[in-house]
């Protein structure tokens, strides 16, 4: 079965700094990659997707990520992060013909004003 | 936000107690689902429906069951609930599967005591 991981459980960043956040999935196939962010006490929300194509995505609130088969990663980057970008972050993979989306364990992001 | 609600919000039960969550969307989509979200875990998926009456097993279906008896609604039924249930549980919707991503509802959070 696919699998998802996060390697950073928390990171802390003070306002400018750049962001990247690591996610490995473990799954041979097609695969649609997703990240959520959860803001405290909310619902998950969709960042960004990856179904095909251009291997760099970008989505909401300057949040991009780039998908590299060859490492089975698909890591979310920011140029420089905001005190409201504190949240938890969620990477998630789906195979094509799978209905079955796996999450990671998440990364909490603080970030510092 | 999208047309998904998740009632009760909140609920606390005692170990034993049958206990059932109800997932309700407007949007007329086909797939819905059932995840739980743990610390250390991300979320896990414990039933999903592909449609009125088609439900099937995910990750961590064991001690729940669900029914769709109508596109709207979505049940999760704890039948004798345990402390190892206490999480938060959230309700996905889907228009046609998990690789489309999904959209979530506001959560309920349970407590087993």
């Known amino acids: 079965a696919q699998s998802v991981s996060q390697h950073n459980h928390h990171v802390i960043l003070s306002e400018a700094a750049s962001l990247e956040l690591g996610c490995n999935y473990s799954?041979?196939?097609?695969?649609?990659l997703f990240w959520y962010v959860q803001y405290p006490g909310q619902h998950l929300q969709l960042l960004l997707k990856?179904?095909?194509?251009?291997?760099l995505v970008k989505g909401i609130k300057g949040f991009e990520a780039e998908f590299i088969k060859s490492k089975f990663s698909f890591n979310l980057r920011k140029p420089s992060v905001q005190w409201s970008d504190t949240a938890e972050y969620f990477c998630?993979?789906?195979?094509?013909?799978?209905?079955?989306?796996?999450f990671g364990a998440g990364t909490r992001l603080t970030v510092k004003p | 936000d999208a047309g998904i609600t998740q009632s009760p919000r909140h609920k606390v039960t005692e170990t034993g107690t049958p206990v059932t969550l109800r997932c309700h969307q407007t949007?007329?989509?086909?797939?819905m689902y059932w995840y739980r979200q743990d610390p250390g875990h991300g979320l896990r998926l414990i039933h999903y429906?592909?449609?009125?009456?088609?439900?099937d097993k995910g990750e961590v279906s064991d001690g729940y069951s669900v029914s769709r008896s109508k596109t709207e609604d979505f049940l999760l039924t704890l039948e004798s609930a345990t402390s190892s249930q206490t999480s938060v549980y959230f309700c996905?919707?889907?228009?046609?599967?998990?690789?489309?991503?999904?959209?979530f509802g506001s959560g309920t959070r349970l407590t087993v005591v």
């Open positions: 996905a919707i889907s228009e046609a599967g998990s690789r489309y991503g999904y959209t």
């Open positions: 799954y041979g196939g097609t695969v649609n």
């Open positions: 990856y179904f095909s194509g251009d291997p």
């Open positions: 998630a993979v789906t195979s094509y013909n799978n209905n079955d989306m796996r």
């Open positions: 949007e007329n989509h086909r797939y």
């Open positions: 429906s592909y449609g009125v009456k088609d439900t």
